[in-house]
């Protein structure tokens, strides 16, 4: 098993730019995360979805999308790109919630706005 | 106000020494969450609690519910446990994460 994969490992956006950050899990999990790491800061979560089709907000939802159509895969989307946005971003997975099961953390992507 | 706070923000430790790491919270949880951020960048999920204590090989785990507290323990540090060790908890509906605390164990 894979795991959980991201892609890009890294990238450099012009402001107003838009992209999309592509997570795919094989380990059939039904909840998924989206969280960004700033630097000496603590991970936000951003968007969690707990199954196809379902998706909620986290602490910081501003300036992002997703969407949930496989079981697999978990997009975040930047629709325009802006400094504040500069971060680590990480995808999760875990089978149950975060109050009765282990995340499983995908290896992250840099993303830098310029 | 973060609701998730770690101590110490740093910790040098030489090998073979016993170390804790501590969190405090101050909102009511269901569960809490240690995690092992390699200096690669990479996490991994180290336990999660909802009473009592955990072990796994040379760490341990407890959390006090009553008093909104968790500590890490590590026994007989190696220089591989150098990593940043975060703490995170379920509050409400939203995942919550301390700052961490870097530790660095010498040779």
């Known amino acids: 098993n894979a795991g959980v994969t991201q892609t890009p490992k890294f990238r450099i956006l012009k402001i107003g730019q838009s992209m999309t950050l592509q997570c795919t899990q094989d380990?059939?999990?039904?909840?998924m995360y989206w969280y960004r790491q700033d630097p000496g800061m603590g991970l936000k979560l951003i968007y969690y979805s707990v199954g196809a089709g379902i998706t909620d907000k986290g602490e910081v939802p501003n300036g992002y999308n997703v969407s949930r159509s496989t079981t697999e895969d978990f997009p975040l989307r930047l629709e325009l790109a802006a400094p504040s946005q500069t971060s680590v971003y990480f995808c999760?997975?875990?089978?149950?919630?975060?109050?009765?099961?282990?995340?499983?953390f995908g290896p992250g992507t840099r993303l830098t706005v310029l | 106000k973060n609701e998730v706070e770690q101590s110490p923000q740093n910790l040098t430790a030489q090998e073979g020494e016993f170390i804790t790491i501590n969190c405090s919270y101050s909102?009511?949880?269901?569960?809490l969450h240690w995690l092992q951020q390699h200096p690669g960048g990479g996490i991994v999920s180290l336990f999660m609690?909802?009473?009592g204590k955990k072990k796994h090989g040379r760490l341990i785990a407890t959390i006090n519910i009553q008093e909104k507290h968790s500590s890490l323990h590590i026994t007989a540090s190696h220089p591989r446990d150098s990593a940043v060790y975060i703490c995170a908890v379920l509050f409400r509906s939203d995942m919550r994460f301390g700052a961490g605390t870097r530790l660095t164990v010498k040779p």
């Open positions: 909102v009511g949880i269901s569960a």
């Open positions: 609690l909802s009473s």
């Open positions: 999760a997975s875990s089978l149950a919630g975060f109050s009765t099961d282990t995340q499983y």
């Open positions: 380990m059939n999990h039904n909840y």
